[in-house]
């Protein structure tokens, strides 16, 4: 594998229960690159993370560099409502030092009095925040990000996607982000893969992202948001 | 006067650890399968009253045959683990009820600790010492599963070796928990301190520290209730319990 190369997937094939779920997918991740994946609900965006974490079953391959080390901020936890952990219990399952958890804390841009928080009672801006930090833990290399189907809620100063930039430049991450958010993949990413169980497109989003290849990927759903954009402005 | 210590030994021990065992299932939420492995233990218990021997001894087996098989169902038909639960509890209380001694029934619905020797008591002190240190060292990485498998998957942990085990302590519990409170009380044991204490805690340590408490103090005061009122120590135990239980809901904010 070369230098700069952190992820090479060829011809990855994903089947769930009987279904073809991710179809012929080949994409490569650099170090420092930013690349999103958007596409319908549906898409295998989700399970191509999943995939790529070793969580599921694939043919083709995926090879990772050696040693690297991935952190995975999930799409959601429904079920940690269930369990009555605190911010800091929860953190602590990942068994930081005192001294990482403060700092990851500092990098999200949590505040301290949040740390005794039940995390059942935080906003979904604030739940998003320390996913984040949880995959902050452990000094990763590569960030794998699911957002969460509902979009983020803005919150204080800096959305989250301006959290994660800030975070890719100080800590050299490379990230993989699956998006509902088309903005995203323009200001973010200097990649994009389309994905609709197939690979639509793959690319700069500035050259790829064409409306051809869009209606490709969401049929007759681009209509239907533009429609429902109109009628609320 | 000593068969009263006794008493109050193991079920201290039982009930403390149940409560602790209680906050994992209920994060996972399972809490009432130990029911269902509580009735299933029902042959065993009346093949150790007609053979005349320890009742844990009789029920522990069943238990491990419930779960195993409850675990093979889900994998060959995906039925809900409830479900399936439920179908392979009811079959074990009905085999126990063609041959178990009915003038003895009592004792393995609702329970008799009044009748532990020395031995028995050391044997369930012991065990519960080593189920109590086994839960504290999985503790962690239990509830890090409990919040997400995917999420424990991805850092490297082996999930199904510790359901394995986790399976294994909740058996050991129930086969112990049938002796304190019966085969029928033996979901509560397990279920009622962790949902007491979840209406209150707002960290872990509150949570599991509370449940243990509860699951001491219900098991304590109901084996002494017991000994002046002369009714059953089981069902009084989960009276207590769920007086606390109903407490906990009427102070939770």
Redesign the interface.
């Known amino acids: 594998m070369k230098d700069d190369l952190v992820l090479r997937v060829k011809e990855l094939n994903v089947e769930l229960e009987g279904e073809t779920v991710i179809n012929n997918l080949s994409f490569e991740l650099r170090k420092g690159d930013a690349v999103t994946i958007i596409g319908p609900n549906g898409a295998g965006k989700t399970v191509l993370l999943?995939t790529l974490?070793?969580?599921l079953p694939y043919k083709g391959e995926i090879i990772w560099k050696k040693n690297i080390r991935?952190g995975?901020v999930?799409q959601r936890?429904p079920?940690?409502k269930?369990?009555?952990?605190?911010v800091?219990?929860?953190l602590?399952?990942?068994?930081p030092s005192e001294k990482e958890l403060e700092e990851t804390l500092n990098s999200v841009g949590f505040k301290q009095n949040l740390l005794?928080k039940?995390t059942g009672d935080l906003s979904s801006g604030q739940f998003q925040r320390l996913l984040i930090a949880?995959s902050l833990i452990k000094d990763p290399q590569v960030l794998l990000f699911d957002e969460p189907t509902t979009g983020i809620d803005i919150e204080g100063e800096e959305t989250v996607y301006r959290l994660l930039e800030r975070l890719k430049e100080s800590r050299e991450l490379t990230v993989l982000l699956v998006t509902h958010d088309l903005s995203v993949v323009y200001t973010f990413s200097n990649n994009v893969i389309c994905l609709n169980k197939q690979p639509i497109c793959h690319g700069l989003p500035q050259k790829v992202l064409t409306p051809e290849n869009l209606k490709r990927l969401y049929g007759e759903e681009v209509k239907y948001y533009r429609h429902k954009h109109l009628n609320a402005s | 006067m000593s068969s009263l210590l006794l008493s109050l030994t193991v079920g201290t021990f039982v009930g403390g650890v149940a409560g602790y065992l209680g906050t994992l299932m209920l994060g996972r939420r399972m809490a009432l399968v130990a029911g269902p492995l509580g009735h299933l233990t029902l042959p065993g218990i009346a093949l150790a009253l007609i053979y005349g021997f320890d009742i844990s001894l009789g029920a522990f087996p069943f238990v491990v045959l419930g779960i195993v098989s409850i675990w093979l169902f889900e994998m060959r038909t995906k039925l809900p683990m409830e479900a399936l639960t439920a179908v392979v509890f009811a079959s074990g209380v009905a085999i126990a009820f063609l041959f178990l001694p009915i003038g003895q029934a009592e004792a393995a619905l609702v329970g008799d600790v009044s009748t532990v020797n020395l031995l028995d008591a050391t044997i369930s002190v012991v065990l519960m010492t080593l189920v109590f240190l086994t839960i504290l060292k999985i503790y962690p990485t239990m509830t890090l599963i409990n919040v997400s498998e995917d999420l424990a998957k991805s850092q490297g942990i082996k999930v199904k070796k510790y359901n394995f085990i986790y399976l294994l302590l909740i058996a050991i519990i129930v086969a112990l928990g049938v002796k304190v409170v019966g085969s029928l009380l033996t979901a509560a044991l397990v279920a009622i301190p962790a949902c007491s204490t979840r209406n209150l805690s707002k960290n872990m340590l509150q949570y599991v520290l509370g449940a243990i408490i509860v699951g001491i103090v219900s098991s304590f005061s109901g084996i002494l209730l017991s000994e002046f009122s002369g009714f059953p120590a089981g069902p009084l135990i989960i009276l207590v319990n769920s007086v606390i239980f109903l407490t906990s809901t009427i102070l939770k904010r």
Do not use: A, Q
């Open positions: 999943k974490l070793g969580l991935i995975y999930p936890l079920f940690i269930d369990i009555p952990l605190s800091k219990d929860f602590k399952l990942k068994r005794d039940k949880w």
